[in-house]
């Protein structure tokens, strides 16, 4: 039970209203327990890489060391999912049944509804759990155990129980041949749902802290990885325990002109498309990773506005209904008298996702370039 949260006793009846009005954070703010509603910054963090020792990891390897210290840590934590006790298909798990046995680390069923509700169970029972997703294309069988349970089982209860423990992690997005099935981005359906976070990271030392971070919040969350970069993104990954903060976005470049906001696989198509506004038109552009997709960190974001005067966002899941949209319409509220030109959204085309047309669909450096040079156009 979190400190200073306030619960409903056995026989009460229903929540009073002036306990919705001032705990719980309802319409365009999420709903988490207390112990998170205090918001860290992102400068808060120290260089970890610059002051301690380090290891030259990639994406997966960073979360196998994330999870390992993690059932380290919590002797009770245990880690599950398809094929994970040989090491998962994308081998995020290797070695680790090994280390700690099959009662930890073991594989389940074929059936995503049925992973997410055992890890509600175990949750709820006071435990930590880790359930693997296969690929987040998958993830919709177990869409009303996330939504309908794990999101509010806090709230549904008045607080007396929780699935907090609760971390899914699942790979999303393009990976160069996945096809429809297997290079979704749908972190946009989980955004209406509150009480569950969405966390994305972008790189190898981002992931292994926000997925600590993840695995010990009193919230259930949603940790997507963008599977493109698993081989692909290596770089020195602090040893050890580390965590980065929940809820804060990263301005990973500053800039003056131009604020270009994405979060994943997406912020390194957005470090190059700043890199060209650069070297051929002289522009500068300031680059945020949102880390956190909800709640997400609106103070950044509005800061980095006010400053630029412009804003494009960049996502791979498709533009209608993406979480895009959200970001533009509170800028758009917050920003008005700031803003120079109209907000530009560089996203997935609103198809299915194709797969001998992917290069085609994603949201690359050239389409994020234009979108550059549209927006300085507008407020000529």
Known sequence: ??????????GEGSLPSEMLRSVWRLGSRRLFCAEALAKRRASEVKNLVSEGETKRMNLFTAINDAMDIALEKDKELILFGEDV??????????????KYGTDRVFNTPLSEQGIVGFG??????????????????????????IVNEAAKYRYRSGN??????????????AVGHGGLYHSQSPEAFFTHASGIRVVIPRSPAQAKG??????????????????????????????????????????VREGDDVTLVGWGAQIKVLQNAADAAEEKIGISCEVIDLRTITPWDEETIV???EKTGRLIISHEAPQHGGFGAEI???????????????????????TPFPLAFEKLYVPDKLKNYEAIVKVLEDSA
């Open 85 to 98: 006790k040989f090491g998962g298909v994308f081998r995020c798990s290797i070695g680790l049944n090994e």
């Open 160 to 173: 007396e129980f929780n699935s907090g423990g609760l971390t899914i992690r699942t790979p999303y997005g």
């Open 210 to 251: 926000l997925l600590l971070s993840c695995i010990f919040s009193p919230d259930p969350v949603i940790f997507m990885e963008p599977k493109w970069l698993y081989r692909t993104a290596v770089e020195e990954v602090p040893v050890g325990d580390y965590r980065i903060p929940l809820d804060t976005a990263e301005v």
């Open 303 to 305: 800061k980095s506005v």
């Open 328 to 350: 533009a319409s509170t800028v758009q509220e917050r920003c008005f008298f700031s803003l120079q030109a109209p907000i530009q959204r560089v996203c997935g085309y609103d």
């Open 1 to 10: 039970r979190s400190e200073g949260y306030p619960t409903q006793k056995k």
């Open 120 to 145: 509600i169970g175990v949750a709820a029972a006071g435990a930590r759990a880790i359930a693997e997703i296969q690929f987040a294309d998958y993830i919709f069988p177990a869409f009303d155990q």
